[in-house]
């Protein structure tokens, strides 16, 4: 009777378990649950996080008003303490799929392998072009009253926005701020109803364009505007336009929302197999604390995968 010969598939070596590009706080907690699962993980960060310009960060529990800087610091310092995780600073231009997994192309030349990538990159805001508002940028133009508003409440504001945009986040902004003007920065799309609306709650509409965001380190003095002069204000609320850092989603074949963040489901997972996301890169409600949960939701379920894999 002739033997059987069973063929077993040769495992494929891996670098790593879990490669992650960027190292801000959704990679870092990532990192942290993979670690603790005893996975291999490489964070790759490029040292430039979203929040660099903000002076101190709000509304996250148990660092309330601490800086940006300082979190992510102690962040590291915690995951570097699990052995099988490495952090190396630099950038990642490339990512492809491989037999197996994903490789990873540095911009210093050097390149790395995985069987799972998570992206957590961020987003890189993209500001209109006007004098001073990239360096007031996340100092006192800001975006979130949930992150900031507490800070200037009571305060004469301002919103850049226009349309039914600005009309949804006037009446957000007036619960911190009942000295409050929009500024449309050309004619304003607000529709009759809604400018009445805003004129009954003493809501003044400028509609000429802003010129200039004149400030101190950050700090906003006044508005000028083309036509009308200047205005001084403490803050202005604004959204700027995001973009992706790197094209990832051609490289590895996923999908972006209409916003340009990349496209996930309720367990971080992208359109591409294998290759999950967190953080700022997948939502608009960048606050801390979501985008850290993000990480570990990512992880874990990331790991599951692997698991199930290999039993």
């Given at each position: 009777?002739?033997?059987?010969?069973?063929?077993?598939?040769?495992?494929?070596?891996?670098?790593?378990?879990?490669?992650?590009?960027?190292?801000?706080?959704?990679?870092?907690?990532?990192?942290?649950?993979?670690?603790?699962?005893?996975?291999?993980?490489?964070?790759?960060?490029?040292?430039?996080?979203?929040?660099r310009q903000t002076p101190h960060s709000y509304n996250f529990l148990t660092h309330d008003g601490d800086k940006p800087a300082e979190?992510?610091?102690?962040?590291?310092?915690?995951?570097?303490?699990?052995?099988?995780?490495?952090?190396?600073?630099?950038?990642?231009?490339?990512?492809?799929?491989?037999?197996?997994?994903?490789?990873?192309?540095?911009?210093?030349?050097?390149?790395?392998?995985?069987?799972?990538?998570?992206?957590?990159?961020?987003?890189?805001?993209?500001?209109?072009?006007?004098?001073?508002?990239?360096?007031?940028?996340?100092?006192?133009?800001?975006?979130?009253?949930?992150?900031?508003?507490?800070?200037?409440?009571?305060?004469?504001?301002?919103?850049?926005?226009?349309?039914?945009?600005?009309?949804?986040?006037?009446?957000?902004?007036?619960?911190?701020?009942?000295?409050?003007?929009?500024?449309?920065?050309?004619?304003?799309?607000?529709?009759?109803?809604?400018?009445?609306?805003?004129?009954?709650?003493?809501?003044?509409?400028?509609?000429?364009?802003?010129?200039?965001?004149?400030?101190?380190?950050?700090?906003?003095?006044?508005?000028?505007?083309?036509?009308?002069?200047?205005?001084?204000?403490?803050?202005?609320?604004?959204?700027?336009?995001?973009?992706?850092?790197?094209?990832?989603?051609?490289?590895?074949?996923?999908?972006?929302?209409?916003?340009?963040?990349?496209?996930?489901?309720?367990?971080?997972?992208?359109?591409?197999?294998?290759?999950?996301?967190?953080?700022?890169?997948?939502?608009?409600?960048?606050?801390?604390?979501?985008?850290?949960?993000?990480?570990?939701?990512?992880?874990?379920?990331?790991?599951?995968?692997?698991?199930?894999?290999?039993?």
């Open positions: 009777m002739k033997s059987l010969l069973i063929f077993v598939p040769k495992e494929i070596d891996m670098d790593f378990d879990v490669i992650i590009i960027g190292g801000s706080y959704a990679g870092l907690s990532a990192a942290l649950t993979l670690a603790r699962a005893t996975r291999t993980v490489l964070i790759v960060d490029s040292g430039e996080p979203c929040n979190i992510a610091a102690q962040a590291k310092a915690e995951v570097l303490k699990y052995p099988t995780v490495k952090f190396l600073a630099g950038k990642v231009l490339s990512a492809s799929e491989i037999t197996g997994g994903f490789t990873v192309g540095l911009e210093s030349g050097e390149s790395f392998s995985a069987r799972k990538l998570i992206i957590a990159t961020g987003l890189k805001d993209v500001l209109p072009d006007i004098k001073g508002l990239a360096e007031c940028w996340a100092i006192s133009v800001i975006h979130c009253p949930y992150c900031h508003g507490y800070e200037v409440k009571g305060e004469k504001i301002g919103l850049m926005m226009n349309g039914e945009q600005a009309y949804d986040m006037v009446k957000n902004l007036y619960l911190w701020n009942k000295n409050l003007s929009l500024l449309t920065n050309g004619k304003s799309e607000l529709t009759a109803e809604q400018t009445e609306k805003l004129k009954s709650k003493s809501i003044q509409i400028i509609e000429d364009e802003i010129v200039e965001f004149v400030h101190a380190n950050g700090e906003l003095e006044h508005v000028v505007f083309a036509n009308i002069g200047q205005l001084a204000l403490k803050a202005v609320y604004a959204r700027a336009d995001v973009k992706q850092h790197v094209d990832f989603d051609v490289q590895l074949n996923f999908e972006l929302t209409e916003l340009n963040t990349i496209k996930v489901n309720e367990q971080q997972q992208t359109t591409a197999k294998g290759v999950y996301a967190a953080g700022d890169c997948t939502t608009m409600f960048r606050s801390l604390s979501v985008i850290t949960a993000t990480g570990t939701m990512a992880a874990v379920v990331l790991n599951k995968e692997m698991i199930s894999e290999d039993f």
